[in-house]
């Protein structure tokens, strides 16, 4: 089936240490999002790429970084300099950045805990 | 950079009763505008769109929203919730290339059976 698949779903870290979220998309989409979601705070857009070795920072970039080498992943490193790290993330694709539905599919989401 | 507001943080309703969620957003520009839910335990999902023409949009399961553009409001409503509609609702807004979609805080919608 098409959709987005994101590993690990739950995840572990001691402070100091980096950790790199999988996200991976069977869906031909171009354009893939991070959002940090929290309670009471909705979806905080972290970076976006609309197109293969191009992606821009959003809202709450800062501590993290991401890389675009193909069209079907959009990986995300939470850093040790990320204050807050611990949440849930979300990771999301849509068609075509500019003249298509714009609807989002999100995948399931990874929590990530940082003790 | 855009912004989005949601008015409600929680709402507790009976069944049948009628909902109307608020949305506010800030865009200097043309926008897209969207609501997705998220059921417990699911992922988000779209529920409705609205992207140029008539301002009231219809969306899955009876839902419905109205674009007031001298308001900058997309108020999500729904004349007679059920029980299944219980989970937490997002307002959403994009730049003309939807390249950078904002969510609002979200809204928690509890239906007592």
């Known amino acids: 089936d098409g959709g987005i698949t994101q590993s690990p779903k739950y995840l572990f870290r001691k402070e100091g240490q980096n950790v790199t979220l999988s996200c991976e998309q069977n869906?031909?989409?171009?354009?893939m999002y991070w959002y940090r979601q929290d309670p009471g705070q909705g979806l905080r857009l972290i970076y976006y790429?609309?197109?293969?070795?191009?992606?821009q920072k959003g809202d709450i970039a800062e501590g993290y970084s991401v890389s675009r080498e193909k069209k079907e992943s959009f990986p995300l490193t939470v850093t040790s300099a990320q204050k807050n790290p611990t949440a849930f993330y979300l990771c999301?694709?849509?068609?075509?950045?500019?003249?298509?539905?714009?609807?989002?599919?999100f995948g399931e989401g990874s929590r990530l805990t940082v003790l | 950079a855009q912004s989005v507001s949601q008015h409600n943080h929680h709402v507790i309703l009976s069944e049948a009763a009628s909902l109307e969620l608020g949305c506010n957003y800030s865009?200097?520009?043309?926008?897209?505008l969207f609501w997705y839910v998220q059921y417990p335990g699911q992922h988000l999902q779209l529920l409705l769109k609205?992207?140029?023409?008539?301002?009231l949009v219809k969306g899955i399961k009876g839902f419905e929203a109205e674009f007031i553009k001298s308001k900058f409001s997309f108020n999500l409503r729904k004349p007679s919730v059920q029980w299944s509609d219980t989970a937490e609702y997002f307002c959403?807004?994009?730049?003309?290339?939807?390249?950078?979609?904002?969510f609002g805080a979200g809204t928690r919608l509890t239906v007592k059976p």
């Open positions: 609205y992207f140029s023409g008539d301002p």
């Open positions: 869906l031909n989409h171009d354009a």
């Open positions: 999301a694709s849509s068609s075509e950045a500019g003249w298509d539905t714009g609807e989002l599919f």
């Open positions: 865009y200097g520009g043309t926008v897209n």
């Open positions: 790429s609309q197109i293969v070795n191009d992606f």
């Open positions: 959403a807004v994009s730049g003309y290339n939807n390249n950078d979609m904002r």
